[in-house]
């Protein structure tokens, strides 16, 4: 039997097509990034967890005795862009997946584009799609926090600029799980892995100012997480030692931040 298993793995990749050895072309990862950041403002992984967060703000506003257009507006505002987060990690991750779900890879090997063009085409729809998306909504619930007490103090460029880097982040992660964790569940583990083992307050990926918080070396954190997950899943598409080294050090460099940015986190 295990003969057979061997004979057949053999057989597969003596008969499967090799991929590309040249390098991603510039107009064709802008033309993969136009399309995947359509798609994935389309995708049902994003409108369902926009939904999702949003239902739960609404159950928290019907549980206030407050009211009034501005808390509204507010809540709303907040529910989507904690809906973006969350989504940044289950759609990339799905967007990643869709060759390999759809049996594809054979075909796009025999592409002259090398794989590592739609790694970045992915990652590219990422920033664009969901980024673009999360600068707007950013600040406009900057803006609507603002004007609650108790919040304006804590709203600054900081936790602005923290919001933007950790949607670009999130989605790397969940470009580079696809890549390494072929399966639809490797995105929402990660979100119920974070939430549930309270590694979401070990090292916060959005902190406030008050905290006592470092804000370069948070900032730098999440910089480098985002390093750390795109070099993973370009090391996925073709493993060098080049990749992996990138990737180890931005990781080393992210532990350092993540120890040096204190606060109360």
């Known amino acids: 039997m295990i003969t057979g298993v061997r004979t057949a793995i053999e057989d597969a990749r003596s ?4 991929g590309s050895g040249s390098r991603p072309n510039l107009q064709v990862v802008a033309a993969l990034g136009r399309v995947e950041a359509v798609k994935m403002l389309r995708h049902p992984s994003f409108l369902l967890s926009i939904a999702f967060t949003l239902l739960l703000f609404r159950g928290a506003i019907g549980a206030s005795d407050e009211g009034g257009l501005t808390l509204n507006v507010t809540w709303l505002m907040g ?3 904690l809906g973006t987060l969350i989504a940044s990690v289950l759609t990339s991750n799905v967007a990643s997946l869709r060759a390999r779900r759809d049996r594809l890879g054979e075909l796009y090997g025999s592409l002259p ?4 063009a739609r790694t ?3 990652l590219l729809g990422l920033v664009a799609g969901l980024g673009g998306l999360a600068l707007v909504v950013g600040a406009l619930t900057w803006l609507t926090l603002e004007r609650l007490e108790g919040f304006a103090e804590d709203v600054d460029a900081f936790m602005y600029s923290q919001y933007l880097l950790t949607v670009v982040a999130l989605g790397a992660a969940g470009v580079a799980i696809a890549r390494w964790i072929p399966i639809v569940l490797g995105g929402p583990l990660f979100v119920i892995g974070h939430v ?3 590694l979401i307050w070990v090292v916060p990926w959005i902190a406030i100012t008050s905290s006592g918080i470092s804000v370069g070396w948070h900032l730098t954190y999440l ?4 390093i750390t997950f795109a070099a993973l899943a370009f090391a996925r598409d073709r493993r060098t030692v080049v990749r992996f080294a990138v990737a180890a050090a931005a990781f080393g460099f992210a532990v350092l931040a993540a120890g040096l940015q204190g606060g109360t986190g």
């Not at 008969?15 to 090799?18: F, L, M, Q, R, Y």
């Not at 584009?113 to 590592?116: F, I, Q, T, Y």
């Not at 910089?223 to 985002?226: D, I, K, L």
């Open 223 to 226: 910089v480098a997480m985002t």
């Open 196 to 198: 549930f083992t309270g």
């Open 113 to 116: 584009s090398p794989a590592e």
């Open 15 to 18: 008969h499967a097509v090799p």
């Open 79 to 81: 529910g989507i862009a």
């Open 120 to 122: 970045a085409g992915v």
